[in-house]
């Protein structure tokens, strides 16, 4: 086995060595299915200790990139795309840096009156005007998650001027000067239902993995609630927290 030293950085040696090996699975030198060199070898091929190797090896493994454990040697898992929640307001962001062509098939953009269920999400009253966007997004042209959008009215009639097939439409508030400052996201997991199964090719009733956002402008205001379906096999979603930043979270019950 080669050995790799690892640089002189601020950042912990097992950071570092994580992040190496991430772009060890990255570019292919671990397969999918290979099993890793034992820790010992990887200690002694990185100038390291084991429990640093093992501590890296546990943040590749809460990422999902490996499997095993318990006595049982890791092995590089089947690859399935990790969207990180500081892409969380762009798939067009999240496809480019892993390296994908995002794309996106408008099916439909609406001007309609918030029904109760909307007009709670969104903060308005029932009957004000909100625009409606159905949209299938794509990584290298394959169909992986429905994106069920409701905009406020007076940011979301600027999609009636924008061709939402070309890109990202947070990306296009921006250029706006519309700010986005922050979501609240809930996952769950949810079954397709026959427009989710018609455009994702799947049968009705499939699995799949649901992310329900609110999108705050900079003074607060809802901008948009949208309802995300992606296929499992395709996307997972990565929450890294430190001892000096740590996420908010909260766990819901489902029937909340």
Known sequence: MLKFVLQISNEPMHHQLAELFRQNIASATWSQGDCLPSEAELGAAHGVSRGTVRHALASLRHEGLIVGGRGKPPTV?????????????????????????????????????????????????????????????????????????????????????????????????????????????????????EIDASLLGIEIGAPLLRERRVTYGGEGQILECSDDRYLPQAANFVIENTREARAALARVPRNA
């Open 77 to 193: 898992a089947r690859s399935v795309p990790s969207q990180p929640f500081a892409t969380f307001m762009s798939f067009t962001e999240w496809a480019q840096s892993i390296g994908k062509a995002p794309g996106q098939q408008t099916y439909e953009i609406a001007r309609r009156r918030a029904k109760s269920e909307t007009a709670a999400c969104m903060g308005l009253a029932v009957g004000e005007p909100v625009v409606q966007l159905v949209r299938l997004r794509l990584l290298d042209e394959v169909p992986v998650m429905l994106e069920r959008g409701t905009f406020a009215f007076e940011v979301g009639q600027l999609l009636f001027e924008f061709d939402t097939d070309t890109g990202s439409i947070f990306g296009y508030f921006t250029a706006q000067g519309i700010e986005i400052s922050r979501g609240k996201h809930l996952i769950d997991a949810v079954s397709a239902d």
